[in-house]
């Protein structure tokens, strides 16, 4: 038998009174639980802390350390509030317990009825005051008269979001706009912010006409909450007011 005793100047041979390398398998604390004495790296296994060590190599590896994002798997003590990006680790639904989304069809028939609303009575006030005013020959007044029915129909609109949240037509056909964040009226900025972007570009020769239709078509393509332009200048949704 061998009588060899470890040599001071060998690394590799390992004595009786050394603890295991990377700390061992020793220590009574629950396994993730606790900085392992003797570990050359965070997280190696053993030590007094018991297998898994302290905090692992990155956040959120197994063996302790906070997570990579509150409520992490893997992480220190977990809970927080979940991924804020809504992608199924456990953020809430802004519209969680709000009325479904008004349909698109619903939504371009109250526009139809607000538009003839403002545009009706305006175009007969006007053509009164301009008599003998024909439409297809004078391209200035037209363009004046559009100018101001614009204009109305930003005051109309606006008055009407911030007090109630629904215009004539969207009364007409049970749908209102209300907060994304928490179903309220769009009392002050956002009922004005909204009516603004929606009615005023149009006062801008061509580019005008072209941002308004980009804006009232974007909510066909939009997900998840089939917002227009002014919608998201807002921060609102459009929801049916029956369910």
């Not at 526009?111 to 006030?125: K, M, N, Q």
């Amino acid at each position: 038998m061998s009588t060899d005793q470890p040599r001071d100047d060998d690394p590799f041979q390992k004595r009786p009174s050394e603890p295991p390398p990377y700390g061992g398998a020793g220590g009574g604390a629950s396994p993730g639980s606790g900085q392992g004495a003797g570990a050359p790296y965070p997280g190696g296994t053993g030590g007094t802390g018991g297998p898994g060590g302290g905090p692992g190599p990155y956040p959120g590896a197994p063996g302790g350390g906070p997570g990579a994002y509150p409520g992490a798997p893997g992480g220190g003590p977990g809970g927080g509030t979940g991924n804020p990006y809504g992608d199924g680790f456990g953020a809430a639904d802004p519209l969680a317990g709000m009325p479904p989304l008004a349909s698109r069809w619903k939504r371009l028939v109250a526009r139809i009825i607000d538009g003839l609303l403002v545009a009706v009575p305006v175009t007969v006030v006007f053509s009164a005051a301009t008599w003998g005013w024909d439409p297809w020959d004078d391209s200035g007044k037209s363009t004046g008269l559009s100018i101001i029915i614009a204009v109305v129909y930003f005051v109309y609109e606006g008055l009407m979001l911030t007090t109630r949240g629904q215009t004539v037509g969207k009364m007409a056909m049970q749908i209102r706009v209300a907060m994304l964040d928490n179903g309220a009226v769009p009392e002050g900025r956002p009922g004005w912010t909204r009516a603004a972007v929606y009615s005023l570009p149009e006062v801008v020769p061509c580019c005008g006409f072209v941002f308004w239709l980009i804006n009232v078509l974007w909510c066909t393509w939009d997900d998840p909450y089939h917002q227009c332009i002014h919608d998201k200048a807002a921060k609102t949704v459009v929801v049916s007011t029956v369910q």
